[in-house]
């Protein structure tokens, strides 16, 4: 079944680009909801983020308003309008009709490539909830399973413990590739995916900071003070 899903891909084909920018406003709208929407410079730091990102990008301005703007034709984002700068929302779960835990995952696979039911389970912590492995499973087989599908069943390789999954929004993918491709690092235990979240709250504690500077600076209206 999951061979012929990968035949069927969503009907928006995304740039590497918009894709990075796509999982940043999932994530961000559940990770720094004070911060969400998130403007053009917020969303080009979440781009650029050096963790949970696979691979690490390094985006301009200019590339990340491109991608907000070809997401919003596409119907995946919305400019929200605001008397200080201009911002964005994702509508993914609109646009697909997905419930919150899907939306999630394509966010996840969106951000950090294919990944094991049971990584997804470890990072999807702070977005949604899920009861168990099999939860996850369960609504992963829902997006590969959609007509057109949303995500693909990557069996496992020679030396991998488990099967991946990986996102279809970028057009059709080469299954075997991917199972061929070592992953960059082993599944990790629970102590590392416990760090691993902590680095990431430090790191969305750190861009609300920056954005909260940004707008403060873009509501006086003036120079930065002498620092």
């Known amino acids: 079944m999951e061979s012929g899903n990968a035949e069927r891909t969503a009907t928006a084909v995304l740039s590497p680009e918009e894709a990075r920018v796509l999982g940043c406003l999932i994530e961000k709208e559940a990770t720094t909801p004070d911060l969400y929407p998130l403007t053009v410079s917020a969303a080009q730091s979440a781009a650029n983020q050096k963790t949970a990102r696979d691979p ?70 702070r977005l949604s909830r899920f009861a168990d492995a099999e939860d996850v499973r369960h609504h992963l087989e829902r997006l590969c399973q959609r007509e057109p599908a949303l995500a693909v069943l990557v069996p496992r390789g020679p030396g991998q413990r488990e099967d991946r999954y990986a996102h279809l929004l970028c057009g059709p993918v080469d299954v075997a590739a991917i199972a061929a491709r070592v992953p960059a690092q082993a599944p990790a235990p629970a102590a590392s995916a416990a760090l691993e979240a902590r680095l990431q709250a430090l790191e969305a504690e750190v861009a609300a900071l920056r954005g909260q500077v940004a707008q403060l600076l873009g509501a006086g209206g003036s120079e930065p003070a002498g620092e």
């Open 56 to 125: 690490v990008m390094a985006l301009d301005p200019g590339a990340v308003n491109h991608a907000l703007r070809r997401l919003e034709q596409a119907g995946l984002a919305k400019q929200v309008f605001s008397t200080r700068a201009e911002r964005y929302e994702h509508r993914a779960g609109a646009h697909f009709s997905l419930p919150q835990q899907q939306v999630a995952l394509l966010g996840l696979l969106l951000l950090r490539g294919p990944q094991t039911v049971h990584e997804l389970l470890a990072r999807s912590e």
